[in-house]
């Protein structure tokens, strides 16, 4: 029953076209979970709990896997020998911070990565010194520790940029990364191995 739903979702959402929702629309974000949320006493979407978008059916598929990142549906389409299995909703990079497009492949998986760039500033409590810092051009104040952003499921298919559990709320919002909510991105990590293409496109 599950799996009939999820095809006929599948179908409503690939067959919408110009029709699709606007997930930028107040009351339309289809995740709000994740790591590092602009609020921290917003509750994260437990791990499972489905959004509107995402959905997962490659349990039983077989054959080399691939990704297709839509930067334009803000998108990751799942394939195993070319067979749609799963969609993703997806937070891409922001302006200034775009995610590039171009044919990759998976260079590195980490489950447990945590950034080395972007993260906090904390104190020796663990208390939040200052939010959202970029190391590289944010000088840490004395006495601070760096707390590196947590990023699991981590899939990196070129420099800085992969593919990881994050914060979603709706639109571009990211490093350049491509955040996905967690219960997606562990199907993804699972599903995936080095050298499985990603082609990222407009």
Request: aromatic share 10%.
């Amino acid at each position: 029953m599950f799996r009939h739903c999820a095809l006929a979702l599948l179908a409503l959402f690939l067959g919408s076209g110009c029709a699709e929702m606007d997930l930028r629309l107040p009351g339309q974000t289809s995740y709000l979970g994740g790591f590092h949320s602009p609020d921290t006493h917003a509750p994260r979407v437990p791990y499972g709990q489905v959004d509107h978008v995402s959905y997962w059916a490659g349990h039983r598929a077989s054959g080399q896997p691939s990704i297709r990142i839509s930067l334009h549906r803000q998108r990751a389409y799942f394939y195993k020998n070319g067979q749609l299995v799963g969609v993703s909703a997806l937070s891409t990079g922001r302006e200034g911070f775009d995610t590039k497009p171009g044919n990759f492949k998976i260079i590195q998986k980490s489950k447990n990565h945590v950034s080395s760039r972007f993260g906090d500033y904390v104190d020796r409590d663990g208390r939040i010194i200052r939010r959202g810092i970029d190391r590289d051009i944010d000088p840490m104040p004395p006495g601070a520790i760096y707390d590196g952003a947590r990023m699991p499921f981590f899939m990196r298919i070129v420099g800085g940029t992969g593919l990881h559990e994050g914060f979603l709320p709706g639109y571009p919002a990211s490093h350049g990364c491509i955040r996905m909510p967690g219960y997606m991105a562990a199907h993804f990590f699972q599903n995936v191995a080095l050298g499985t293409p990603v082609s990222v496109e407009e």
